[in-house]
C-alpha cells in the first residue's frame, strides 16, 4: 500500500512539473521581455499635452544575473503596440525622466527611466546593461534601434555602456554632459556609432524635436 501511494505521490509531482512547465513556455510566448521582467502595478494612461496623444505607464522591473533588481517605469504609446517601436533608455535618477520619457512616448517612441541604486560606475553601468537586455526583448520594441538618453551625471554611464554594446545601441544622446563632447564624439566614430549633444538650455520642447529627429 505504501508502495503505491508513493508511485502515486511521484506520478502527481511529475505531471505538476510538466504542467508548470508548459505555464512558463506559454507565459514566455505571450509575455515576451516579461520573461524576466515584472510588472508591479496596475498601467496608467495619460495625454501627452504636446502631442494630445495617450500614453501608458506602467511600473517595470529587471533581473539581473545575479537575480538583483532594478526598478523603473515603462512609457509606450497606448494601444499601439502592433509594429516594435524605437526605444530609449533615460540614465538618470527616475524623477527627472518622467518628463522626458512622457514627451518622449507621445511621439511614438518607447521609453524607459529607472533609479540607479549602485555607489560607483561599474555598479551603475551594471544596473544599465541589465536595463538594456531587458528592453531589447520586449516584444514592442525594435532591438535594432535602441537609445541611451544620458543627462548630467548619467552621460558617462550611458556612454561606457554604449562603446561597450556598439551593436546593441543604436545612438547615445548627451544632454549637458560634464565632460568635452568633442572627445566623445571620437570615441563614437571608432564604434561606428552616433552621438547627439543637447544643449539643455535651448527648452525641454526643443529638445524633444531635435531627438525625434535624430532617432527618426
Known amino acids: 500500500m505504501n508502495r503505491f501511494l508513493e508511485k502515486v505521490g511521484v506520478a502527481i509531482a511529475s505531471r505538476i512539473g510538466i504542467t508548470a512547465a508548459i505555464a512558463m513556455i506559454v507565459a514566455a510566448l505571450l509575455g515576451g521581455g516579461y520573461w524576466w521582467a515584472r510588472s508591479k502595478a496596475p498601467r496608467e494612461t495619460v495625454k501627452v499635452k504636446e502631442t494630445g496623444t495617450k500614453v501608458d505607464l506602467e511600473d517595470l522591473c529587471f533581473y539581473g544575473s545575479g537575480n538583483e ?16 517601436h524605437p526605444a ?3 540614465c ?17 517612441v518607447v521609453a524607459y527611466c529607472f533609479d540607479f541604486k549602485g555607489n560607483g560606475e561599474k555598479a551603475r ?6 536595463v538594456l537586455k531587458g528592453i531589447r526583448n520586449l516584444r ?4 535594432n534601434k535602441v537609445y541611451l538618453l544620458g543627462e548630467a551625471n548619467g552621460c558617462l554611464t550611458a556612454s561606457t555602456v554604449a562603446f561597450d554594446n556598439p551593436k546593441k545601441i543604436k545612438g547615445l544622446i548627451l544632454v549637458s ?9 571620437r570615441k563614437a566614430k571608432r564604434y561606428n556609432d552616433t552621438v547627439l549633444v543637447v544643449d539643455d538650455a535651448q527648452g525641454r520642447k526643443a529638445n524633444i524635436a531635435e531627438i525625434v529627429d535624430f532617432i527618426d
Open 92 to 108: 538618470q535618477d527616475k524623477s527627472y525622466g518622467d518628463s522626458w520619457c512622457r514627451s518622449l512616448a507621445g511621439t511614438g
Open 125 to 130: 553601468t551594471a544596473e544599465l546593461e541589465t
Open 69 to 84: 533588481r532594478v526598478d523603473g517605469k515603462v512609457y509606450r504609446p497606448a494601444d499601439d503596440l502592433r509594429e516594435p
Open 140 to 143: 514592442y520594441v525594435n532591438k
Open 88 to 90: 530609449v533608455i533615460y
Open 177 to 185: 554632459p560634464g565632460f568635452n563632447p568633442l572627445e566623445i564624439s
